[in-house]
T-cell receptor, first 117, second 114 residues
């Protein structure tokens, strides 16, 4: 079974609008971390935002925020006020286990976001 | 503070040759992770190393691939007798301790096997 599922291979959004990128995950661990990375066409991986499984509040970082629904095992990324520079691939990832013990990240297949004028 | 450095950024090898990919972690980071990204796919974990130790190699192919992180110098991912299917982007990430919240990624090495 997929551990990280991103069901939207591609998304379009108009400049200045908000967009939500979906991510669901599967784990039996009680403690885990969820990450979003951006990969522009230049290829590097840029860390955007993190949510811990025990965090009670949804994470926010500038224009990025997470809609974390633990019971549904989903962690959707919301980008507000989209900019042309937001056009990129977006990857959801999970680290299972307690921080300080676990290590590797498991990635989804990504969503390609295109911001239009 | 320099970020994670990888070299070369682009590497072309003929089938059967060896590929050596290098990763210098961020200053103060002693944990290194290697991931592979096939075209149009997400990143797949390969191996996790600390200085002089392989901690988790569950994602490494059984043959032709090896990794090391010596006491001095960069981490090396070595692919022997490359095949066309090895063509991918190889990313290195580092963190200051095990299970740190964030892994800092390098720019990647794009390997093309002809």
């Amino acid at each position: 079974a997929q551990k990280i599922t991103q069901t939207q291979p591609g998304m379009f959004v108009q400049e200045k609008e908000a967009v939500t990128l979906d991510c669901t995950y599967d784990t039996s661990d009680q403690s885990y971390g969820l990450f979003w990375y951006k990969q522009p066409s230049s290829g590097e991986m840029i860390f955007l935002i993190y949510q811990g499984s025990y965090d009670e509040q949804n994470a926010t970082e500038g224009r990025y925020s997470l809609n974390f629904q633990k019971a549904r095992k989903s962690t959707n990324l919301v980008i507000s006020a989209s900019q042309l520079g937001d056009s990129a691939m977006y990857f959801c990832a999970m680290r299972e286990g307690t921080a300080g013990t676990a290590s590797k990240l498991t990635f989804g297949t990504g969503t390609r976001l295109q911001v239009t004028l | 503070n320099a970020g994670v450095m990888q070299n070369p950024r682009h590497l072309v090898r003929r089938r059967g040759q060896e590929a050596r990919l290098r990763c210098s972690p961020m200053k103060g980071h002693s944990h290194v992770y290697w991931y592979r990204q096939l075209p149009e796919e997400g990143l797949k974990f390969m191996v996790y190393l600390q200085k002089e130790n392989i901690i988790d190699e569950s994602g490494m192919p059984k043959e032709r691939f090896s990794a090391e992180f010596p006491k001095e110098g960069p981490s090396i991912l070595r692919i022997q007798q490359v095949v066309r299917g090895d063509s991918a982007a190889y990313f290195c990430a580092s963190s200051p301790l095990q299970g740190a919240r964030e892994q800092y990624f390098g720019p990647g090495t794009r390997l093309t096997v002809t």
